[in-house]
């Protein structure tokens, strides 16, 4: 409870400070850089744990709000786009194993889920079963979170002109009791219901999944109040901060700097296919970049959402591209495998 009540206060003071300074983004920014700096430091700071994975229930209930029979009947315009995702994913893994292999001398497990552009916490499972290095897979993917959330913004706003400062939502007090209450049970119920069943991204999806059911069917017609989405960035911002707890000087040097380079290499891939979608129609130019941005789902939701992009073509990108690393990269990593242990038998 001390290391977790530092933590708090320091993201606190972090919140505070980029407020008064008028920083874009105060409640996600504000605990991601004091926390970050603070882990650096090496000061004895603790994540949150269920209370960030409940925060990050909000986001999925947003999203699923955002759902409705207009974003539905604008899924096949979606579908040339969408269809770019396993050409996106597979030329990151023909490109990021090898760097990773050759270059920064990973062993090869730890080089393909370093890769691999899924959320954080999946790739870190799924490698650790395969062999691969934990420690290293969860700095390199928290490297590019940082990067992707922190640089993300900066280019929306000089190189798109868009504001970050569309409203996130109605204040709690203007919205119906009844359907506050009806998202907080969605909320509850889409996350365990989720976990039980094994859901990938539970906490998210879950509620996605539930709430986009009561939208569709016209049960609740608002996203959740503006306090509790500023939660659940408090929360996020905390979350990337503490995973460089403990980072050695070596760490630093080799895995955080090989996560630095990597997040350029997903940069230009990232950019080419936004690029190509906005040349042919087949989106607009911000939804195109928040779409193939190689960011963590619910940092990109937060971003879709003060940005007022088109949360469903976004999300719907998003998904497609977790369903395919998460599905795809133990069974790849599996022919892999046992392709080595063949040509090793023979």
């Not at 504001?163 to 209450?181: C, F, K, R, V, W």
């Amino acid at each position: 409870m001390p290391r977790r009540g530092l933590t708090f206060a320091l993201a606190t003071l972090g919140t505070a400070l980029f407020w008064l300074l008028d920083l874009p983004l105060p409640f996600l920014f504000g605990p991601m850089a004091f926390c970050l700096a603070g882990a650096l430091a090496h000061l004895p700071l603790k994540g949150f744990g269920k209370i960030s994975v409940a925060a990050r229930t909000v986001l999925g209930v947003a999203v699923g709000a955002s759902i409705t029979p207009a974003v539905i009947s604008e899924l096949p315009r979606m579908a040339v786009s969408v269809a770019l995702i396993p050409l996106f994913i597979g030329l990151i893994a023909l490109i990021g194993v090898p760097f990773f292999r050759k270059l920064w001398g990973f062993d090869g497990p730890t080089a393909y889920y370093a890769a691999m552009p899924g959320g954080l916490q999946d790739m870190v499972i799924f490698g650790t079963e395969a062999g691969a290095n934990p420690r290293v897979l969860s700095l390199v993917h928290a490297t590019r979170v940082l990067i992707i959330v922190t640089l993300a913004p900066f280019i929306l706003s000089h190189f798109y002109g868009v504001g970050l400062t569309n409203p996130i939502g109605a204040p709690a007090a203007d919205l119906p009791l009844h359907e506050l209450l009806i998202m907080v049970a969605a909320a509850w119920i889409g996350w365990k219901g989720g976990e039980r069943i094994k859901l990938f991204g539970a906490s998210i999806l879950g509620p996605m999944i539930v709430t986009a059911v009561l939208s569709l069917t016209d049960v609740i017609h608002a996203r959740p109040p503006a306090e509790a989405i500023l939660v659940a960035q408090f929360f996020i911002g905390c979350g990337i901060g503490v995973q460089f707890l403990g980072v050695t000087w070596r760490e630093l040097t080799r895995v955080v700097a090989a996560g630095i380079a990597y997040v350029m290499v997903l940069a230009i891939l990232a950019a080419g296919f936004s690029g190509l979608v906005t040349a042919m129609g087949l989106g607009a130019p911000v939804e195109a970049f928040l779409a193939f941005a190689p960011g963590g789902q619910a940092e990109m939701t937060v971003l879709a959402i003060v940005t007022g992009a088109d949360l469903g073509f976004v999300i719907t990108h998003h998904l497609t591209r977790i369903v395919i690393v998460i599905i795809g990269a133990p069974v790849l990593a599996g022919v892999v495998a046992r392709n080595r242990k063949g040509g090793t038998d023979g």
